[in-house]
């Protein structure tokens, strides 16, 4: 629906003349630009509402809007503490060279040194 309004403004010269066939190229690149950023917005802010939308409609199923502050972190916390695990204790081998080795890639300048290679 907007190309032939493109078009028009192209060939558009003065008031009062006659159009002139790709007059200002210039235009066309204005609104191909113009048209592309608004349909971002528009489709970021249709999106925007979308999800704030379904998390209200979830928060309400869920009976979390109902709770109080206190309440919400308390299930936070809870929840948090259910899901933890414990990290195992990694330790050097019985062997010379598995302590060794472990000693060396449990210093901190080996992450360091790994991360830059990598």
């Known amino acids: 629906y907007w190309t032939p309004v493109l078009w028009d403004v192209v060939d558009h010269v003065d008031h009062d003349h006659a159009p002139v ?5 210039t235009y066309a690149i204005y609104f191909i630009i113009f048209i592309t950023i608004a349909s971002h917005v528009l489709l970021n802010m249709f999106v925007g509402v979308m999800i704030s939308s379904f998390n209200a409609i979830k928060a309400q ?22 899901n933890y695990k414990p990290v195992p204790l990694m330790r050097a081998g019985r062997s010379w060279i598995s302590k060794r080795v472990y000693t060396f890639v449990s210093h901190p300048s080996f992450e360091l040194f ?4 990598v």
């Open 114 to 117: 790994i991360t830059v290679c």
């Open 21 to 25: 066939v790709d007059n200002n190229i």
């Open 61 to 82: 199923l869920d009976g979390i809007s109902m709770l109080t502050e206190d309440q919400r972190l308390w299930g936070e916390a809870q929840s948090v503490l259910l």
